[in-house]
């Protein structure tokens, strides 16, 4: 249960940077709001991750995950480049995951 809190944090985290951007034209207040109402959801299912799993691996899992699930957003809606490095990159960041998965439980 600890990995899907934190897959659902990371639903989040991902959707954070992009209603963000896309709230650049609204008042400050509102974005505020948008920016508190996104991120209090992660501190909770962070925090139920970390009754179950060591911090380390919840908070290394969660950035990891965050940062590729961003950068796969960031790819297919935004355009942004996927060369072979950056690709490369990102499978590696997984495979780490992967690894804190299969090793700390």
Do not use: C, H, Q
């Not at 985290?13 to 991120?39: Q, Y």
């Not at 490369?88 to 995951?97: E, N």
């Amino acid at each position: 249960m600890a990995w899907i809190y934190i897959l659902l944090a990371d639903v989040f985290e991902i959707a954070w940077p992009f209603v963000l951007k896309r709230t650049a034209g609204l008042p400050k207040w509102t974005t505020a709001l948008l920016a508190v109402a996104i991120t209090l959801p992660i501190f909770f299912l962070l925090g139920e991750s970390v009754k179950r799993l060591p911090a380390s691996t919840v908070y290394a899992s969660f950035v990891g995950i965050g940062t590729v699930g961003t950068a796969v957003v960031g790819i297919t809606l935004f355009g942004e480049s996927a060369n072979i490095g950056r690709v490369g990159s990102f499978v590696l960041i997984l495979v780490g995951v992967l690894g804190l998965k299969l090793f700390s439980e």
